[in-house]
Structures are given as C-alpha cells and as structure tokens.
T-cell receptor, first 111, second 120 residues
Framework: DQQVKQNSPSLSVQEGRISILNCDYT??????FLWYKKYPAEGPTFLIS???IKDKNEDGRFTVFLNKSAKHLSLHIVPSQPGDSAVYFC??????????WGAGTKLIIKP | KAGVTQTPRYLIKTRGQQVTLSCSPI?????VSWYQQTPGQGLQFLFE???????NKGNFPGRFSGRQFSNSRSEMNVSTLELGDSALYLC???????????????????FGEGSRLTVL
C-alpha cells in the first residue's frame, strides 16, 4: 500500500510556463513533507520542505502548497526553465522519523 | 565540505553472490540511510543507522543488512543476490537535530551519487 503517491509518471511543460507537480498521501499522521530533485547519474538533492503547521512555503521560483484536508501537496515552479528537467520526488515523514517516498515524476521542460 | 561518498559506483555480480556497498557521510552527520531505487518504484527505504545503531528498517528481506561504524561510515550487504536486486542503491546522511527540532532525519537529506548494481 503506497502511502505517498505521485500519480503522474511524467509531465511536459513549455519553458517559461508554470510546472505543477502533485503528490497525495494517505497517512494523516504525516507532519513534514519534502520535495527532492534528481538528475540522471546523480543522487537526489533537497529542494523545499513544508511542515504541517503551514499551508505554503516559498523559495524563489519554487512554492510548495499543502492541503491537509485533502492530503495533497503540490510543487509549483514558476517560470519553468530547461534546467528544471529532472525527476521530482515527494516524501513524507511522521513521528517515527522515517521518510516515505513517492515514485517520482519526470518533468520535461520544452524549449 | 565533502559530500556523501559511495563506493563502488558501478558493479556487476551474478546470482547467488553477495555484495558490500560503502557510504561515507558528510563530516559531522551521524545519521545514514540507505535506499533502493528501481524504475517506476521510486526510493524504497532500506534502513537507517544512527550512532552505530539501526534506528529504522524498511520492508526488505533479511538478505539485506547494514552496519555503521564509530566514524559514522556505513556499509550495506546483500547476500544471495537475485536478478531483482539490480538497482541503484543510494545512501543519504543528515545532520543532528537543531535546537527546537528534537527529531532527527525529518529534514534535509544529503544523498551520494549511488552505487549501480547489476545482477546477471
């Protein structure tokens, strides 16, 4: 049973437009959420996080939104750039400290 | 400061063999986690070590084991390799919790580049 789901395996967006990556979770005890980005042949790198006490966290072009009632979070990238092409993973954490990861969404930014 | 270092980067084994992978965390990081990444499966958590003790364990068979040394370096071992063990194995380290954040390993993880294992 996947507790963290990224239902879109891939997403294609025009350069300069907004990219929206979605993530759903089932465990209401999760209270910390993170997004990581992964390029081929590299390990994932931390992008942005959000605590359950917030519903929005912004860092430059990246904004994460959390809707606790819907158990849904999304990552917005505005404007999208070619260097944003990568696989994006969302992860969630609860009281046992263990991060549960989604399967990832491959983002392709078209020039 | 130096990042997380994993060795070897690539290796090929045959079914039934065993393999040991090594991970050196960022200096000062005491928590080391291991993940398996396969296409379409995302990152599957193997286990986490903190101060030489296994603190968390994922749902992998006993063929997968690990340990952490006093210098925080960690190794993972897979015995009796199966074809399905072919994957990218990632190690991640994290820093101690900050004041007011008593829980560790809920923040930023720093990943190595991974060890690509192919089982023939």
């Amino acid at each position: 049973d996947q507790q963290v789901k990224q239902n879109s395996p891939s997403l294609s967006v025009q350069e300069g437009r907004i990219s929206i990556l979605n993530c759903d979770y089932t465990n209401s005890m999760f209270d910390y959420f993170l997004w990581y980005k992964k390029y081929p042949a590299e390990g994932p790198t931390f992008l942005i996080s959000i605590s359950s006490i917030k519903d929005k966290n912004e860092d430059g072009r990246f904004t994460v939104f959390l809707n606790k009632s819907a158990k849904h979070l999304s990552l917005h990238i505005v404007p999208s750039q070619p260097g944003d092409s990568a696989v994006y993973f969302c992860a969630a954490s609860g009281s046992n400290y263990q991060l549960i990861w989604g399967a990832g969404t491959k983002l392709i930014i078209k020039p | 400061k130096a990042g997380v270092t994993q060795t070897p980067r690539y290796l090929i084994k045959t079914r039934g063999q065993q393999v040991t992978l090594s991970c050196s965390p960022i200096s000062g990081h005491r928590s080391v986690s291991w993940y398996q990444q396969t296409p379409g499966q995302g990152l599957q958590f193997l286990f986490e070590y903190f101060s030489e003790t296994q603190r968390n364990k994922g749902n992998f068979p006993g063929r997968f084991s690990g340990r952490q040394f006093s210098n925080s370096r960690s190794e993972m071992n897979v015995s009796t390799l199966e074809l399905g063990d072919s994957a990218l194995y990632l190690c991640a380290s994290s820093s101690p919790g900050l004041a007011g954040r008593p829980r560790e390993n809920t923040g930023e993880l720093f990943f190595g580049e991974g060890s690509r294992l192919t089982v023939l």
